[in-house]
């Protein structure tokens, strides 16, 4: 079939995008769904940080590729032989397919799955195919299994997770990413317990999500930092209990102030490592700190490692909320539903694919937490 898709044919355009227009929206042919993939109408799909980092080229990626990995939609036809979906099921995608028997998702760590892995660096689905082509034949991979910025798309049977109808397809894009990796690094990663102090670095969808988890899980204080003024209202809205604009005062003496002393947990979810060391000072003894937040990989960062032993600090990684998504994405509907997780507070604005080039440039200026690309 035929269908509209943004492309990103290369890396590292100039910004404003809204002049280089890196994204193209282009006509492509969509191939069928080949056994146990499945062809879904996207309905809603949001626009994140880490697409923006493919973009600018601080996370290679294989080109040409169709964008988008934070989406939900309506599945129109089934693969040959697919099961588990039915033709008009609601579906959240998840940006790591779980193959469901290698090692880490053997021992309930689908997001490390390590076929899903492969497949998300070759750019391919989990069969190891592509289903998209351009105008003049060329073969466009697939980001992360999922590429949402197109009207129809083609994932594996493992990318998806059903969602029940009655939750709004615009607001169930959202679990697919900012909800799964803010909220699961709070829950999953970080484990983190009623009474104890936590402090979120970075305020876009994933670390307003971070806040919210963190007043599910009864936390507080909950101490949000950014650098954008607007972030830290939205964030008292979310549950934080105190802000620190990071651009005026110390961050690390003012979370040490209002935990009296350190975090228990900080989550570091802006991508830069500097923010990730200020996270880590920000702790107390015994203290952890997750980070979310994705850096060139040429990037390093440093602390004494002696506190790691003496003050028995712990740093973790949190990819994908370290979910099991077909667990974790019911559980956090089910959740938000029941009014525990206001996630439609992470809602920003509607655009249309044609206009996605500007919305990055307001992604990549901090004026937006999600912006929902609206296909119905
Ligand atoms: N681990 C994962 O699975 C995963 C999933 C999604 C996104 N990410 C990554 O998480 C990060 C956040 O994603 P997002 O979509 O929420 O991004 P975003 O651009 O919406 O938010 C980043 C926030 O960090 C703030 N910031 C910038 N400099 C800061 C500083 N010095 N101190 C404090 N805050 C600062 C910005 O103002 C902005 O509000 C990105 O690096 C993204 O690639 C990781
Ligand atoms: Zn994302
Ligand atoms: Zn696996």
């Known amino acids: 079939m035929k269908t509209e898709a943004a492309v990103l044919y290369g890396m590292g355009a100039a910004a404003p995008y809204a002049r280089s227009q890196p994204l193209r929206i282009e006509e492509v042919d969509l191939a069928d769904p080949g056994p146990g993939e499945v062809l879904v109408e996207v309905a809603a799909a949001g626009l994140c940080h880490s697409d923006l980092s493919v973009i600018d080229g601080t996370r290679p990626r294989v080109m040409p590729m169709v964008m988008g990995h ?3 939609g309506v599945v129109r036809e089934l693969g040959p032989g697919t099961t588990g979906f039915g033709v008009g099921d609601h579906v959240v995608f998840a940006f790591v397919p779980a193959c469901g028997h290698c090692l880490p998702c053997g021992t309930g760590r689908a997001a490390l799955c390590e076929n899903g892995a492969r497949a998300n ?12 082509t351009n105008a003049r034949g060329e073969r466009l991979h697939h980001h992360l299994g999922v590429s949402a910025f197109s009207r129809h798309t083609v994932a594996a049977a493992e990318s998806l997770v059903r969602i029940p109808d009655d939750l709004p397809l615009h607001t169930a894009a959202l679990f697919g990413c900012a909800v799964m990796t803010g909220v699961g690094a709070v829950l999953n990663t970080a484990r983190v317990e009623a009474g104890t102090a936590v402090a979120v670095f970075g305020l876009g969808g994933v670390g307003l999500a ?12 909950i101490v ?3 650098v954008v003024a607007s972030k830290l209202e939205l964030a008292v809205r979310c549950g934080a209990t105190d802000v620190v604009d990071a651009a005026r005062v110390d961050p690390v003496a003012a979370v040490r102030e209002f935990t009296r002393g350190g975090a228990d947990t900080a989550i570091e979810c802006a991508g830069i490592e500097r923010v990730l060391v200020q996270a880590y000072e920000a702790t107390r003894r015994g203290g952890t700190t997750v980070t979310v937040g994705l850096p060139h990989p040429s990037r390093q960062f440093s602390v004494p490692s002696v506190t790691l032993v003496t003050e028995e600090r712990t740093v973790k990684g949190s990819y994908m909320g370290s979910a099991v998504p077909r667990r974790d994405i019911p559980r956090y509907v089910a959740m938000h539903q029941g009014g525990r997780l206001p996630v439609d507070l992470l809602f920003t604005d509607t655009v249309r694919l044609g206009d996605i080039n500007e919305a990055f440039d307001r992604l990549a200026r901090g004026e937006a937490v999600r912006q929902i690309v609206r296909f119905q």
């Open 70 to 72: 934070e989406a939900a």
């Open 121 to 132: 660096s070759a750019g391919t689905l989990l069969s190891g195919n592509t289903r998209f």
């Open 210 to 221: 971070a806040v919210i988890g963190a007043r599910a899980a009864g936390a507080g204080p």
């Open 224 to 226: 949000a930092v950014d």
